[in-house]
């Protein structure tokens, strides 16, 4: 984080987001503060709360990448809800207080699979003398007494010698026991699932039950014929998981989330705005309400611990095409202080979509063809075409922004990706003659458009 500047984290954006430069500033600013916040003294970092973010725009102009970006750009804890997914209190469905239990389940399993690699080493070691206890055992009568290990002197009812053990080690290292089958005892995962339907964050408790109901319940284990490559795998797994220390993974993680947690809500837009019909009806202005201490900075209960929500960036959005910012409730308005318009998409914008992001449609395409030995390319003038019929057709039916461009994609290159497994290696040059033809009938016919894109 301190080597992260805001031109640089802006520069890291543009590998992969096309435009929208006052998004990548204000959202480079809000995470370098978070940087500035803790390099400060105890008392004063506690005062100082993020500056979250509102981002307006239309669907498919870069709003949710922007977020996921900025998360994967500083390995910081990241989840994106749907505001309209939340129901208010005392309404079946799930309650607001569920995306912070989900970020830090999120962040639970993140941090459990980087213990699990760090102590991988150590856990293969483990499983190496484990396996040979199994090929070595010290009774004639067992399953896999007499191996040839080439040691003539070895009675079958002693105690292998380490020489003995030494020699199968290495033969096992070697890989030349791979193929050979033991048996080993693998614990079973297998527990009772209690789903409880409710409000109020009740779905926790079918969680919670299945882990008390697991600290009592016996721990079941099986017993696996299994070649001898595959039960080193299963061993090294299972006491990898061993040495992990949970403790310190769970405390790590409510203090990343609390740190330097992300929240994206997408879809904010859906729930401002006054209800107009009658009778009963989930009120979007009490999820709102409900929304409002979660971001203001609350204590929330979850089954690793409590989180405080103080310090998490909350990244909100939406296209505000029939309600507005304003039609939020004003003590909401209040905790997104910083409000940033998204610019729709033109034809500029789309032939630097296709092309320029590290992860360009045409990059992905050209990658997947390659594949069955069809090398494709493109010219200037197809890319260009390509964004032309994207706006035309955007304009005539619903903009839905750059995600146009993956249907025009698929239906422009639908007969060669059909063709490509039963053709001879190949070229195919892709220019805007050949885009003309497989698109302007589709982009002008809007009845038929209207079920292709």
Do not use: C
């Amino acid at each position: 984080m301190k080597d992260l500047k805001p031109h640089q984290i802006v520069t890291e954006l543009d590998k992969y987001i096309v435009g929208q430069n006052d998004a990548k500033k204000s959202v480079a600013v809000a995470l370098r503060n978070r940087w500035r916040r803790r390099q400060l003294e105890p008392d004063l970092q506690d005062e100082i709360a993020p500056k979250n973010i509102i981002l307006i725009g239309p669907t498919g102009v870069g709003k949710t990448e922007i977020a996921r970006r900025l998360a994967n750009l500083t390995d910081s804890p990241f989840y994106k809800v749907e505001a309209s997914k939340f129901t208010e209190v005392g309404y079946v469905g799930r309650d607001v207080e569920s995306m912070i239990r989900d970020l830090v389940e999120l962040t639970v399993n993140m941090l459990r699979g980087r213990q699990q690699e760090a102590v991988q080493e150590k856990a293969v070691k483990i499983a190496r003398e484990r396996v040979l206890d199994i090929l070595l055992p010290s009774r004639k009568d067992s399953p896999a007494f007499g191996l040839d290990t080439g040691d003539a002197s070895e009675k079958p009812d002693e105690k292998p010698s380490e020489h003995t053990r030494e020699k199968l080690g290495k033969m096992l290292d070697d890989g030349k026991l791979d193929d050979r089958k033991i048996d080993i005892d693998v614990q079973e995962k297998n527990m009772p699932m209690v789903e409880i339907f409710s409000n109020a964050g009740m779905e926790e408790m079918g969680i919670n039950m299945k882990d008390m109901l697991g600290n009592f319940m016996p721990k079941n284990t099986k017993s696996r014929n299994v070649k001898v490559k595959e039960a080193l795998a299963l061993i090294a797994q299972e006491e990898a998981a061993h040495l992990v220390d949970m403790e310190e993974v769970k405390t790590d993680a409510i203090t990343m989330v609390e740190q330097s947690g992300i929240i994206f809500i997408d879809e904010i837009d859906k729930i401002a705005g006054k209800d107009k019909s009658h009778g009963p009806e989930v009120s979007k202005e009490g999820v709102q309400r409900d929304l409002l201490p979660i971001v203001e900075g609350s204590s929330v209960p979850t089954k690793y611990g409590t989180v405080k929500t103080d310090h998490i960036l909350f990244i909100a959005s939406g296209a505000f095409h029939v309600s507005k910012p304003s039609d939020l409730i004003p003590e909401l308005q209040g905790r997104f202080p910083i409000r940033v318009e998204l610019s729709s998409l033109g034809a500029s914008e789309f032939a630097r979509i296709l092309t320029e992001p590290k992860n360009a449609l045409v990059l992905q395409y050209i990658a997947l063809l390659r594949t069955e030995g069809v090398h494709l390319s493109f010219t200037q003038g197809a890319v260009e075409k390509i964004a032309q019929i994207a706006v035309e057709v955007n304009a005539s039916m619903e903009n839905i922004g750059a995600r146009r461009l993956h249907t025009l994609m698929e239906r422009l290159l639908e007969e060669i990706l059909f063709d490509a497994p039963d053709v001879e290696e190949t070229r195919i040059n892709i220019d805007s003659d050949f885009v003309e033809k497989q698109l302007s009938d589709i982009a002008r016919n809007q009845d038929l458009s209207r079920y292709i894109l």
